[in-house]
């Protein structure tokens, strides 16, 4: 099959089997990183394969580690991309990648919290990566604040995250993440991974995540309003929002009746467009 040829092609990118590169660097993983590597071909190629096209963006894959996935993204035609790689023993991996793609491969040895991913090149701009689990949310929460920024973003997450990504109204799962996402990006599931897949294996079942922004978005809300709203009203999320908004420094018997929302209903009965108008109404009345 296609994918069995490229898995193969893939395979003979003229680099060292990613099983030899940690052997000889000694890069057993560190649970302080974050660090669940991935070695399976078909797994690495169907991740890049979603982000297509690669070849006129700018591509940034946070924490490359050995490389599997960066050695992908160049196989599938990344010719800008930049990797920003926290754990100093990844550093002359990442170089030896670099150099079998001159030009292509840009290495910052550093931590992606600190880094203003925009500077990194032009747009279309494509952050793609297999995230570390302790600084995932956040590292998403920071992108989707400048989201205007971005053509896609392909994120492995622990499958619980990716589920708050794309929840519906009414589902456990829906929350502030939920409403954000969903405000800023069509969102969706690509695919599950098996824990089995990495090494070493995290605790939990993981999925690959595409948010794509939107375009259309007609209001445009204040991204830090909308935070503290959905904070407040999901913080809470057993209360009625009328007391469960009450952190809010405006009348909120006023707000709700205004933003025509029933007193009485909890967070998670409310849609992303209800959160919208709540929004737009409270950042009036607090003017
Ligand atoms: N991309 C590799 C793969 O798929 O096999 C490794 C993924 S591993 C889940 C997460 C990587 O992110 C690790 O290499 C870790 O060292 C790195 N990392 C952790 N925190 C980071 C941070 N704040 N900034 C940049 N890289 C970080």
Redesign the pocket.
């Known amino acids: 099959s296609d994918q069995k040829n490229e898995t193969a092609n893939l395979a003979n990118d003229g680099l060292p089997p990613l099983r030899d590169v940690i052997a000889t660097h000694g890069l057993s993983a ?1 649970k302080k ?7 399976d071909l078909n797994l ?1 190629g169907r991740i890049a394969r979603a982000a297509a096209p690669l070849d006129d963006a700018t591509v940034i ?10 050695r992908a993204l160049l196989y599938h035609g990344a010719k800008n991309l930049t990797v ?4 100093p023993r ?1 550093q002359p991996v990442l170089e030896q990648i670099s150099n079998h793609y001159p030009g292509a491969l840009h290495v910052i040895d ?4 600190d880094v203003d991913v925009t500077s990194l090149g032009p747009a279309p701009r494509k952050i793609v ?7 995932g949310t956040q ?1 998403l929460l920071g992108w989707l604040m400048q989201i205007d920024q971005f053509a896609s973003l392909t994120l ?1 997450f622990q499958k619980e995250v990716a589920e708050r990504v794309v929840a519906a109204p009414k589902r456990k799962a829906y929350g502030r993440l939920s409403v954000l996402c969903q405000y800023l990006c069509d969102c969706q599931i690509l695919f599950d991974v098996h824990r089995s897949a ?1 090494t070493p294996p995290p605790k939990v079942t993981s999925a690959v995540v595409q948010l794509r922004p939107k375009t259309d978005r007609e209001q445009a809300v204040n991204l830090v309003s909308l935070g503290k709203i959905t904070q407040a009203a999901f913080g809470q999320r057993r209360k009625m929002l009328r007391a469960s908004l009450k952190t809010l420094n405006v009348d909120v018997g006023i707000l709700l009746e205004r933003a025509q929302i029933t007193e009485t209903v909890r967070a998670e009965e409310l849609g992303v467009a209800d959160f919208v108008r709540l929004t737009l109404v409270h950042d009036e009345m607090a003017a």
């Open positions: 560190q990183f974050g660090q669940n590597f991935l070695f690495t894959e946070v924490g490359p580690g050995p490389g599997g996935l960066t920003i790689e926290r754990d990844c550093g931590d992606a919290l990566a297999n995230l570390p689990y302790n600084v590292l492995m990495f």
